[in-house]
């Protein structure tokens, strides 16, 4: 089977590490795999196995951004027309967020029955909570617009209620598939020398974002009042840094907050952690939260809307808290002193290989229609 991605770029996100590991799960069970970059931003290593291509945008116009949606799928179909002269004929395209989706939705590949979008992150929350009134209304009338009666993937329960509650859309065809996790790789990147090894320390790994809430963080670390460290990986704009580094200095904890910048590897500072801790309004997925599981690192999280709850269940629920300071302070000082049993079990749905075959699967569906 052929199989082509599509992705805005390859920055340090979550999605985008995502949409790495499934390319090589994918290729591992026999499949070829070409990989659309729509900028030509990369923070990973491509595996020589996937046919990576990047769809410049040399366009510098003053109006160019008036024009960038149609301009930019007319460059997506003349790629795209290369690819499937050099090979096979694709058998499944997969659009992954939401910029690409818009691109996706102005090319030739829109009404292709190959083609699914998956949504990685809950788009209400994302795009429309700080908006209001006819703003609001005709923002989701245009984000609706792209999926309506569409293939999607939703990698939580959540994501694909919110598209379908929230934002009104009907879906053609909505399978939820869970991100994949390679778990013997984790364990094994896992195992690289970490400097913070044998101190205690509380961990958070996420890109400086308003989502992300590092002043919900910061604040409810202050409140419990612990003497372990807590270490934050991830990068953003420089002004979103300086802003949650005042904050620290505001709340008199600049000395026990550690900034690491984005980190190729994070799994050792994970593995060592004492805690995890995610603040976060909301979440696609959550892959930090099933990697810190997968390394035996007890985690902390809110209870927001997106993946954490489907992820933390059983005993791993007690690391649940509402999303405000005071109940995440609470359940960072109560995991922190009594971490919860961590049990393999929960994790194996999770596995690259049970992913893949969800994702080969709909090669299957797109066929039918």
């Not at 600049?254 to 979440?283: C, H, T, W």
């Amino acid at each position: 089977m052929r199989i082509l991605m599509i992705i805005d770029g390859l920055p340090g996100g979550g999605a985008e590490k995502v949409v790495l590991t499934l390319s090589e799960g994918l290729i591992q069970q026999g499949h070829q795999v070409a990989l659309l970059s729509l900028r030509n931003v990369c923070s990973y290593t491509i595996p020589e196995q996937i046919e990576y291509r990047v769809v410049n945008d040399d366009c510098r116009t003053p109006w160019r951004k008036l024009s960038e949606l149609s301009r930019r799928a007319k460059q997506l179909d003349e790629c795209f027309s290369e690819l499937e002269k050099s090979g096979p004929a694709f058998d499944l395209i997969i659009s992954n967020l939401h910029k690409t989706d818009r691109i996706v939705s102005k090319s030739k590949l829109y009404s292709d029955n190959r083609l699914w979008f998956c949504i990685h992150g809950v788009l209400s929350s994302t795009y429309l909570g700080h908006r209001k009134g006819l703003n609001r209304w005709f923002k989701k009338r245009k984000m609706a617009s792209v999926y309506q009666n569409k293939n999607i993937i939703s990698v939580s329960e959540f994501a694909g209620k919110d598209l379908i509650t929230d934002m009104g859309v009907h879906a053609r065809h909505l399978e939820v598939i869970n991100n994949p996790f390679d778990l013997v790789h984790t364990r094994k990147l896992a195992a690289e020398e970490c400097e913070l090894a044998g101190q205690p320390y509380l961990i958070h790994v996420a890109r400086f974002h308003v989502q992300k809430r590092h002043d919900r963080l910061l604040k409810a670390y202050a409140k419990t009042r612990l003497s372990a460290p807590l270490v934050l990986l991830g990068t953003g704009p420089e002004e979103k840094i300086a802003e949650v580094k005042t904050l620290a200095e505001t709340l008199d904890i600049a000395d026990r907050v550690i900034f690491l910048g984005f980190q190729k590897n994070p799994f050792p500072y994970i593995k060592n952690a004492k805690l995890l801790v995610m603040s976060s309004d909301s979440e696609g997925f959550g892959n930090v939260l099933a990697e810190a599981l997968i390394l035996n690192t007890p985690v902390v999280s809110t209870r927001c809307p997106g993946g954490p709850e489907e992820i933390l269940i059983g005993d791993l629920s007690r690391g649940l808290s509402e999303i405000n300071v005071d109940s995440l302070a609470e359940k960072i000082g109560e995991i922190y002193h009594n971490p919860p049993t961590i049990d393999e079990k929960t994790l194996s749905r999770f596995e690259l290989q049970t992913i893949c075959k969800q994702y080969a699967a709909l090669a299957a569906i797109s066929a039918d229609q």
